[in-house]
């Protein structure tokens, strides 16, 4: 299985900062990597597939990218309600495999 | 807008099948997507269970494969998950969700349903 490694584990900030998480790869992927975003007690909800394409009515101060098996996803500008649980995803080969997750707390 | 709910009884006894349905709405189920079930376990992340196509083909977790089924009702425009030989460690919120074809992630996800697994 393709192993998916989230860092932060968790992180604090602030409403209007920049933060990034990223997402490692124990093998290459290609940009078969998506991005999920979940509040507590709900459903995940799809952010962003193939590294860097937003999902339809994403805002667009989400974004991600790539360098090898590195990914990475960047919120600029923080709003309130991006504080939520970030996971990454693989799907290049099964199966499929999700990181630990990172959760962005208020500071 | 497509729209995916799932159903089924939210208690299991150890050792009983898991039964769940997803019902889709708003679309068609043959239609040029993957249907996944995935689920999350109290306070943790997120597993893949596995997914068909409208044909019929499927792909499981090999951690669940012996134990999993997933099929699909065209009739119904729904498709459902069993899973067999429960104990505690399978007791989660089970998601069902969509993945269109080709080099697309899930999109659409179900509300989830909690099944607890419990004599």
């Known amino acids: 299985d393709i192993q998916m490694t989230q860092s932060p584990s968790s992180l604090s900030a602030s409403v209007g900062d920049r933060v990034t998480i990223t997402c490692r790869a124990s093998q290459g992927i290609s940009n078969y990597l998506a991005w999920f975003q979940q509040k507590p007690g709900k459903a995940p909800k799809s952010l962003i597939y193939?590294?860097?394409s937003l999902q339809s009515g994403v805002p667009s101060r989400f974004s991600g990218s790539a360098s090898g098996t590195d990914f990475t996803l960047t919120i600029i500008s923080l709003q309130p309600e991006d504080f939520a649980t970030y996971y990454c995803q693989q799907y290049s080969s099964y199966p499929i495999t999700f990181g630990q997750g990172t959760r962005l707390e208020m500071k | 807008q497509v729209q995916l709910q799932e159903s089924g009884p939210g208690l299991v006894k150890p050792s009983g099948t898991l039964s769940l349905t997803c019902a889709v709405s708003?679309?068609?189920?043959?239609?040029?997507?993957?249907w996944s079930w995935v689920r999350q376990p109290p306070g943790k992340g997120l597993e893949w269970i596995g997914e068909i196509y409208d044909t019929g083909t499927t792909n499981y977790n090999p951690s669940l494969k012996s134990r999993v089924t997933i099929l699909v009702d065209k009739s119904k425009n729904q498709f459902s998950l069993k899973l067999s030989s429960v104990t505690a460690a399978d007791t989660a919120v089970y998601y069902c969700?969509?993945?269109?074809?080709?080099?697309?992630?899930?999109?659409?996800w179900g509300q989830g349903t909690l099944v607890t697994v419990s004599s």
């Open positions: 193939r590294v860097s």
């Open positions: 969700a969509r993945k269109p074809s080709g080099t697309y992630s899930i999109d659409y």
């Open positions: 708003g679309g068609s189920i043959s239609s040029s997507n993957w």
